[in-house]
């Protein structure tokens, strides 16, 4: 698998030498491959908003490389087109509408890629229905009429009408009830399957990266604190929570009932894991289990 | 240029706004006033006094100035070039002549004059005690109508969300950029739609929030200036005594050097 996005060394300095220069990210270097599902967390301040935006050249890197689709951002002219390639959704990206239906608002992107009117329909209804939305319907209305997680979704259908190899997300269900939440991350994870698409999601929630990630990087303070697999990650809770993070809720039970004596393995992702993990021991024991 | 308190201890720090708001009225009037190089001695003499007693750096009034210096050259330089009499310099057309030279210096002196006698004022006043000595100063015309309570309240709010509504903006731009806006491109005529991405939702969003601290102000019994009272009065001390008749000796000074 090649990676479609590289980052060797990575640093940047907001306000470079005046009195208030930020360092930050500091010499960050990791690989994203094609296709995966890749989920970036840390704390507030600790530079993951400022590490998405060098992928679809909004940023440059004060010091270090990245490579996105092969491509070096350094070459001004790499990252000026690179928006079409790398879809960027920020948080509560319901704010950024501006025209007067949802349809409009959505071929926004398309338009500005210079497509004629016929592919620029085409995209946006395409991309409408990849969240759900109908076209005929949803498109004619404003966008101040539709419900918030409605919102939300015609939001992200603006991206991903620009038909982008890579998705990044940042905090896609801030602001959800956990069902809209939910719904959100299925439907991110069936168009990655359909389109082939690479997605980056950017997230405090450790439940969504338990469920969902295949591979997570731990920012800490700008600097690359721990990477791997979510059980990979997980299972080193102690550093997690010494940075300040959490485990996800059904990890963190499991590693109680340890404590507490039953002889559960403790590196679960999901609720679900957790109940048939819990069950079959219980069964050994020769305690049923009603759930 | 305008919007940035500098916080500090020095005599001016300590001066009530209202009588802050005299001094730099009174200086601009003897700075426009000054007609000869008595009445500006006198009026540089006030300006440069008050800036040294404020204590801060000179860079920070130097940035100000600095911010207007387009303005400061387009004015010495109309000045010295359109002025007619003797002619010191020619170059072509254009003609340097001794009346220039001197016009262009005194409102080169003027303005710069004017723009540090402003900053005086933002540097050393922090926008809320701006705004309190502002409402105290148009309360007397109330009686005649003026909602002097609410332009204030209008003023502090305004103030507040600056800073929210400019890093909202930068939010904005990020944003569209990451569909393909370009700002900057094509003529005036594509500017004006270029600009909509960004200013339909700044002021959508400034109106949510408009509407949402409204409903979190009443929610918290605010019903106006009516019976409202202050944590911190404003109340003139010693201090303030003093500036004033400073202020009017200054005055009388320049009227006196004008027309006498």
């Given at each position: 698998m090649s990676p479609v996005i590289r980052v060797e060394n990575l640093t940047h300095i907001y306000s470079p030498g005046t009195p208030f220069e930020v360092t930050s990210l500091d010499g960050i270097s990791l690989e994203i491959n094609k296709g995966e599902f890749f989920a970036i967390v840390g704390a507030t301040g600790s530079g993951k908003s400022t590490l998405v935006q060098h992928f679809n050249g909004l940023l440059a890197p004060t010091c270090g490389k990245v490579w996105v689709c092969g491509a070096d951002a350094a070459d001004k002219k790499v990252r000026r087109d690179l928006w079409r390639r790398v879809g960027l959704v920020f948080q509560r990206p319901e704010q950024q509408f501006f025209e007067e239906t949802i349809f409009e608002d959505v071929a926004f992107g398309p338009k500005n890629m210079g497509l004629n009117k016929g592919e620029v329909r085409e995209r946006v209804s395409k991309a409408l229905r990849l969240v759900d939305l109908d076209p005929e319907q949803a498109g004619k209305q404003s966008p101040f009429q539709l419900s918030g997680g409605n919102m939300r979704r015609a939001a992200i259908a603006g991206v991903l009408a620009l038909g982008p190899e890579v998705l990044v997300l940042d905090e896609p269900t801030a602001g959800l009830d956990p069902r809209g939440r939910w719904q959100l991350l299925d439907h991110i994870e069936s168009f990655r399957r359909e389109q082939g698409i690479t997605v980056v999601l950017v997230t405090h929630n450790m439940e969504e990266v338990g469920a969902r990630a295949e591979r997570v990087a731990v920012l800490n303070k700008g600097r690359l604190a721990l990477q791997g697999t979510p059980r990979e990650v997980f299972n080193r809770a102690e550093e997690l929570l010494a940075l300040g993070l959490d485990l996800p809720a059904p990890t963190a039970l499991m590693r109680k009932l340890r404590e507490a004596g039953l002889p559960v393995r403790a590196d679960i992702l999901t609720s679900t894991e957790a109940e048939e993990e819990i069950a079959k021991v219980l069964s050994q024991r020769g305690t049923a289990l009603r759930i | 240029m305008l919007v940035q308190y500098f916080p500090g201890d020095s005599l001016l720090h300590r001066l009530d706004p209202r009588t802050k708001v005299a001094v730099v009225l009174s200086a601009a009037m003897s700075v426009l006033t000054a007609a000869n190089w008595q009445g500006f001695v006198l009026a540089a003499g006030l300006v440069l006094a008050a800036v040294a007693l404020t204590r801060l750096p000179a860079r920070v009034f130097l940035r100000g100035l600095r911010g207007l210096w387009v303005l400061l050259a387009i004015t010495f330089l109309v000045q010295l070039l359109l002025t007619p009499g003797e002619v010191l310099l020619g170059l072509g057309p254009l003609k340097i002549s001794r009346e220039g030279l001197t016009a262009g210096v005194l409102i080169f002196l003027r303005l710069s004059l004017l723009i540090l006698a402003?900053?005086?004022?933002?540097?050393?006043?922090?926008?809320?005690?701006?705004?309190?000595?502002?409402?105290?100063?148009?309360?007397?015309?109330?009686?005649?109508?003026?909602?002097?309570?609410?332009?204030?309240?209008?003023?502090?709010?305004?103030?507040?969300?600056?800073?929210?509504?400019?890093?909202?903006?930068?939010?904005?731009?990020?944003?569209?950029?990451?569909?393909?806006?370009?700002?900057?491109a094509g003529g005036p005529a594509n500017w004006a739609r270029s600009l909509l991405p960004l200013f339909v939702p700044l002021i959508a969003g400034a109106l949510r929030r408009a509407e949402d601290l409204a409903t979190a102000m009443e929610a918290r019994c605010y019903r106006g200036g009516a019976n409202r009272t202050r944590i911190r009065g404003l109340a003139f001390n010693s201090l303030d005594y003093a500036a004033g008749v400073v202020v009017l000796a200054v005055l009388a000074g320049s009227v006196a050097l004008r027309f006498l």
């Open positions: - | 402003a900053s005086l004022l933002t540097l050393t006043t922090s926008p809320i005690s701006l705004t309190a000595g502002l409402e105290s100063m148009l309360s007397p015309l109330q009686r005649l109508g003026l909602p002097a309570h609410e332009l204030a309240m209008m003023m502090t709010i305004a103030l507040r969300f600056i800073p929210t509504l400019l890093q909202e903006a930068q939010s904005l731009l990020r944003a569209q950029r990451s569909r393909g806006a370009r700002f900057s």
